[in-house]
């Protein structure tokens, strides 16, 4: 297959380039110095070029407080960008995976979103992502909208520069030997080799549609970083956080787990539990005790 993956240096974008080249497939990584996703001509001329089969759009806006500054922006990239996309991979008989994201979810549920679940976002990032996927979906059949949650990886989030959560936590255990940290969200951290090797599975099938695609399990952030230090026998006292400690500038959903019912449907759900991803990250034998079980 002959595979385009923008955003390639992205943190997930990364782990996409390398598992389609791990499988043997020819893959050409696009940047955003390469592509401009919100500027319709650049996207058909690119993919013009190169004719691929096969396009993997890992770009995004995603920063959630920066979406609320330039709500414009937000949807020019991550609602036109997606259409873009899709039109210009259907001019040349392509397929497009598209990445979303867990924040289509107003988080009032309790227990696992499934894809038929109704979305409802809170904020702009997660409209502008929920009108990317609508655009896909109405402009391309061969399509695969992919819903992910939490993403981490060796390659740093490239629009949160900086450090990602296991890193900070670790971070701030050392500087402080006290880390609080919130229990009252709920998310499924996903690594981001594992979603990369899930997307090599899913293009090899022709059954287009919108699939959730995370870690199995769920967790707080708080049990997430329990999860952390207990694998890297870190000296730490952890609290809890109190609930007003670190308002949220952006209202997010307070769950927003998802269940990969369209995956495990077609028998091709290859995510392990959360914490197999994080020992992975952190380079931990697996006979190390889980600390967390929910
Ligand atoms: N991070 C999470 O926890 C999370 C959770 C759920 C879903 N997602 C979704 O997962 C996907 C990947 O996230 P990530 O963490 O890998 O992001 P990332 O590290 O910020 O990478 C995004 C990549 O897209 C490029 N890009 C941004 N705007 C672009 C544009 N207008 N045209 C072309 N390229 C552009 C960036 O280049 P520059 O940096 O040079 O601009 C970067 O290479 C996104 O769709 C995001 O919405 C993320």
Redesign the pocket.
Known sequence: MKVVV????????SDVVRAFADNGDEVLPL???D????DGESVTNKLRALEPSLVV??????HVENCELQPERAFA??AL?ARNLARAARDIGATLVH?????VFDGSKVSPYDEGDPPRPLSVYGNT?LAGEYFVRATLDQHFVLR?????GK??????SGLNFIQLMLKLAKERGEVRVVDSEFVTPTA?PDLARQIVALSRCENYGLYHATAEGACSWFEFAREIFALTNTKVTLKVAGPDEFPAKVPRPKYSVLENRGLKRLGINTFAPWQEGLRDYLGVSPSHTAAVTR
């Open positions: 923008v955003g390639s240096n992205g943190q997930l974008g940047t955003h110095a592509i401009e996703i919100a759009n890992t770009a995004a806006m995603h990239v991550n960008g990445v979303s994201t867990d924040y992502k992910t949650s939490a993403i981490y390659s740093h989030c490239r629009a949160k981001t």
